[in-house]
């Protein structure tokens, strides 16, 4: 379900950062967020609709949401259209506000751990730990204090739970990760958002040091630009066999095909769009499968066939 | 208009074992039917009788629970303008039921149990589905109408432990697949599925603790009795994943037609006839069918 | 008594009370050259002070008799820790069983019957195990017909 929205208001966050105001069409107000919520936005465009998601980094008390998003240097689509083009009244598309960083209920502490503009989905996490009196602490990275984005509100609204770190400002700094992960109590959930060496690099740290696996959240960068380079490939649904060109998406196309897979976060990290693949070799590009699940499965919003894949038509709609 | 949900798919001749959940169309948690008035007195009375088999609630299910009644609130009085109206308050709401011709006011932290309380004006159980660590938690939920489970003892129970005795759910990791799919569901995008059995009596509320008053009723089925008294049980379960507290909200609507009424249809007497015939014999027991299940065949033969 | 041994933590406790024998599961966890700390459960409040200040990296063996552990496991679940920190050493010669009828957990033998210690009842011990109640689900058995 797409909810019409359009643009209130624009503000330049940093010198390649912008935050947007979306409020509903029709006045009434946006859904409520779970903390760490993001949402896709569906922006018209000559070519298209240019579908992107982007964490929510407020809900207001009067129901209008907030996005923050980073100009990407060399961005043909999202980022780029979001730059150039849109203005207060750009109308568009948004979906339900949903989550894969979710804050644990009953954690006893909770370690946020952000680089750059992996802050985002975190802003309202922290909101939520602080309102609700829960336990936690923010150790965030960027590069000089000027593109450290939020900066002013986190120093105001989390003093004392945030610790900064510049490493390009006269006086560098970097996340020990290790010696941070070392001295959290028993019961403590961390969660990591920023580019992917961040992430694995604290995770591979936690697990180490006997972390299990289910207290360690993480959101990958939602750059949403397949980084290797594509190459088209061809989908036999039923009897028909579909082209997928090297710019399009293996799930739009099979939606535009009249097949209705549900998906959610477009960046292979949910599994909403899960298929089963009956023939073919499949790019895998996913975090989400694992890799025996990979010999029959794939997630076609980020993954690609090669040569000819064909899909099997009756696993759809089913779970 | 109401109609009883028949739980077979067209064509389907077999019995078998999967997750049937499919996008619902109309995203709706509750449905009012002809049977109203009876069921929420029937509903009221099992509540006040037993309240320890009705309701149970952690602490930390607060939130969720009050989101949850404005979400039901809500849609009672958008999808029932004429029999609910609900006016908001800054901290809480009054609902008007004009069935009940009752009015209730729901004030936040006033209400010490709101899921109990807004289960008090709908036919449907109310399951709150908690995710922690992974794994999904039955935290909260109201329950009168259970198909011989108890709430008390799943109280604070992950989904797998509490499907553990299902036959055949653990084949080719159905339990897994579905709890992933529970853990994918998202805020908008609710799903619907159901389930039956066949049950020897009109009970709705057949709960575990009093099983050994309404189990026996399955040896109690006649030649002469099977037509009126075994009816074929359908829950209508609806999952919405709640926006705000990220809760899954799981109703179950239980309805009930006796064997005579369905075999007014003689598509769907056949159908069940089939469907019966192609049982697993793990599942028939689990269902409670045995007993009683010749009668069943012997009088849809009769029909047929 | 049975365990699983859970690898890759910074160290281990074990708690214990008199009268369990835990040795075995000592030896073999002094295999991991992890830290290994022995606690034996006296007061619930001095032992929650301890606990309390355990860090990310530790992982606790409960080899208690059946009702410590009940009492000891939801002195940890309010302090914080879930069941990802911990594991109760299987006791095999004493149960708690869940009564169907009226809710009450009561301890007894490894038995395929009990009688619930409050309504009376019968019940069959079934294998539906609940992490939150610590206990078995005792249902009913009605001419054969168990569930």
């Given amino acids: 379900m797409k909810i019409p929205v359009s643009v209130e208001s624009v503000a330049m966050e940093t010198n390649d950062i912008k935050r947007f105001r979306i409020k509903h069409r029709f006045n009434e107000p946006l859904p409520e967020i779970h903390p760490g919520a993001h949402i896709l936005t569906y922006l018209p465009s000559n070519e298209g609709v240019i579908i992107r ?63 750059g503009i992996g802050i985002t989905p975190f802003l309202t996490m922290l909101h939520w730990c602080k309102e609700t009196g829960r336990s936690f602490e923010l150790h965030y990275g960027a590069s000089i204090k000027e593109e450290c984005l939020f900066y002013g509100y986190l120093k105001e609204s989390f003093k004392s739970e945030t610790r900064f770190y510049f490493s390009r400002e006269r006086r560098k700094e970097r996340i020990d990760y290790y010696c941070s992960l070392q001295r959290h109590p028993i019961g403590t959930h961390v969660y990591i958002c920023g580019p992917p060496s961040f992430i694995e690099n604290i995770i591979n740290a936690a697990k180490n040091l006997g972390y299990p696996r289910e207290r360690i959240h993480f959101e990958a ?65 996913d975090s989400f499968l694992t890799e025996k699940e990979k010999l029959s499965f794939m997630l076609p919003c980020v993954s690609r066939g090669k040569g000819l894949i064909e899909i099997d038509h009756n696993s759809l709609n089913l779970i | 208009m109401y109609s009883f949900p028949f739980p077979f798919e067209e064509g389907q001749s077999h019995y078998f074992y999967k997750n049937n959940a499919v996008q619902m169309k109309n995203r709706t948690t509750v449905q009012i039917t002809p049977n109203y008035l009876k069921e929420m007195k029937l509903k009221r009375d099992t509540i006040i009788k037993n309240p320890e088999r009705c309701f149970v609630a952690l602490d930390h299910t607060y939130e969720a ?43 936040y932290k006033v209400n010490k149990e709101p899921l109990n309380d807004i289960g008090k004006h709908v036919q449907e159980d109310l399951i709150l589905m908690f995710q922690r660590e992974g794994q999904l938690f039955l935290d909260a939920g109201q329950l009168c ?9 799943n109280k604070g129970m992950a989904f797998m432990d509490i499907h553990r005795p299902v036959p055949g759910f653990q084949e080719g990791q159905l339990d897994r697949r579905i709890e992933r799919f529970l853990l994918h569901l998202c805020p908008g995008d609710p799903f619907e599925r159901s389930n039956w059995s066949l049950m020897a009596g009109e009970t709705l509320n057949t709960h575990l603790e009093t099983f050994p008053e309404w189990g026996k009723k ?16 359908v829950e209508v379960q609806k999952l919405h994943r709640l926006p705000k507290t990220y809760t899954i909200l799981f109703t179950i609507h239980t309805h009930l037609l006796s064997l005579k009424e369905l075999s007014k249809d003689l598509n769907k007497a056949n159908q069940l006839y089939t469907i019966l015939l192609s049982l697993p014999k793990p599942i028939e027991e689990y269902k409670g069918i045995t007993p009683y299940k010749s009668h069943v065949m012997n009088y849809l033969e009769g029909v047929l | 008594m049975s365990w699983h041994i859970v690898r890759g933590k910074q160290k281990y406790i074990i708690l214990y009370e008199d009268y369990v024998d835990i040795t075995k599961l000592v030896r073999e966890l002094c295999f991991h050259r992890s830290l290994l700390s ?103 058995e009605f001419e054969g017909d168990s569930l």
Avoid at chain 1, 94 to 101: A, D, Q, T, V, Y
Avoid at chain 1, 226 to 252: A, G, N, R
Avoid at chain 3, 88 to 93: D, I, T
């Fill in chain 1, 53 to 115: 998601p982007y964490s929510l980094t407020n809900r207001t008390t009067d129901g209008r949401y907030e996005i923050a998003i980073k100009l990407v240097q060399k961005s043909r689509g999202g980022s780029f259209r979001w730059h150039h083009s849109v203005t207060v009244g750009t109308e568009l598309e948004i979906s339900f506000p949903k989550n894969i960083l979710k804050p644990e209920l009953l954690g006893r502490h909770h370690v946020f751990y952000a680089a």
């Fill in chain 1, 221 to 285: 960068f939602r750059s949403n630009q397949i980084k290797t380079k594509t190459s088209p490939f061809k989908v036999k649904i039923e009897k028909k066999c579909v082209p997928v060109k090297e710019d399009q998406v293996l799930l739009d196309v099979l939606n535009e095909n009249g097949l209705s897979i549900p998906y959610s976060c477009r960046v292979g990290q949910c599994g909403t769009c899960e298929i089963t693949v009956k023939k073919g070799d499949v790019l895998h590009q």
């Fill in chain 2, 65 to 107: 629970q009050w989101e949850a009644t404005l979400y039901i609130a809500k849609e009672l009085a958008l999808r029932y303008p004429d029999t609910f109206t609900m006016t908001s308050r800054k901290y809480g709401f009054t609902l008007n039921n004009h069935l009940l011709k009752e009015e209730v006011r729901f004030d």
């Fill in chain 2, 145 to 153: 109408f259970p198909s011989n489970w108890s709430l008390a003892f």
């Fill in chain 2, 218 to 233: 399955r040896y109690s089925v006649t030649e002469d009795t099977v037509g009126n008294y075994v009816h074929v049980r």
């Fill in chain 3, 38 to 140: 022995l606690i034996n459960v006296g007061e619930p409040d001095q032992l929650a002070s301890i606990l309390n200040k355990e860090l990310m990296g530790t992982y606790i063996y409960l080899s208690l008799k059946v009702k410590k552990t009940r009492e000891v496991l939801s002195l940890l679940y309010d302090l914080g820790f879930s069941p990802l920190d911990l594991q109760v050493v299987k006791e095999e010669s004493e149960r708690a069983i869940f009564c169907a009828h009226c809710h009450t957990v009561f301890i007894t033998d490894d038995h395929p019957h009990a009688v619930c210690e409050k309504c009376n009842i019968t019940l069959s011990v079934t294998n539906h195990w609940s992490t939150f109640h610590h206990a078995f689900l005792g249902s009913f």
